[in-house]
């Protein structure tokens, strides 16, 4: 439901691996799982040098299941299938915007623990936003960020269905 497929075994062991190792290289600092996981999965993007998550995965930000924040990793186990893959797809849209849009920011963000709070107060006011109107105007900030155009019916990019990554 987000990924890419990854036919060679080996490559998708490097995924995971390289998604594994951000979360224990972050660990210390304690992210909201939404960050936390798109940290992880934009890693990976930029090891591996193109999307791993699935272009149309960002034509879920246009029906979002909860508008806000998907909390901490206890959550989890409450939410529905379609829930989770919402929060952990607008993870990784958010960041891979802030990594276009805001990359100083998510460099401090980074250096050390932060609250949650604290961390979505510094993104809202970067986009020039109360953090109270953050959680609701994040999605569509993305969206139109990345175009409509970059919301496909069907994978584009290398004859193989990958997409290459945006830059800048």
Request: glycine share 8%; charged share 25%; proline share 4%.
């Amino acid at each position: 439901m987000i990924f890419t497929k990854e036919p060679d075994l080996s490559k998708k062991m490097e995924h995971v691996t390289c998604h594994e190792l951000t979360h224990a290289f972050s660990a210390h600092l304690k992210l909201p799982l939404w960050l936390n996981e798109g940290i992880a999965m934009v890693t990976v993007d930029r090891y591996f040098g193109r999307a791993t998550v699935k272009s149309e995965t960002l034509r879920r930000l246009n029906h979002p299941q909860h508008r806000g924040s998907a909390g901490k990793y206890r959550n989890l186990p409450a939410m529905s299938k379609e829930v989770a893959v919402y929060h952990y797809v607008r993870g990784y849209w958010i960041t891979r915007f802030l990594m276009d849009t805001h990359a100083g920011l998510l460099k401090e963000l980074l250096q050390k623990k932060h609250r949650h709070r604290l961390i979505e107060k510094k993104i809202a006011s970067a986009l020039g936003v109360s953090n109270r109107a953050f959680w609701e105007v994040v999605d569509e900030r993305v969206i139109a960020h990345f175009g409509e155009n970059s919301i496909p019916g069907e994978p584009q990019g290398e004859a193989d269905g990958r997409q290459p990554l945006r830059s800048g």
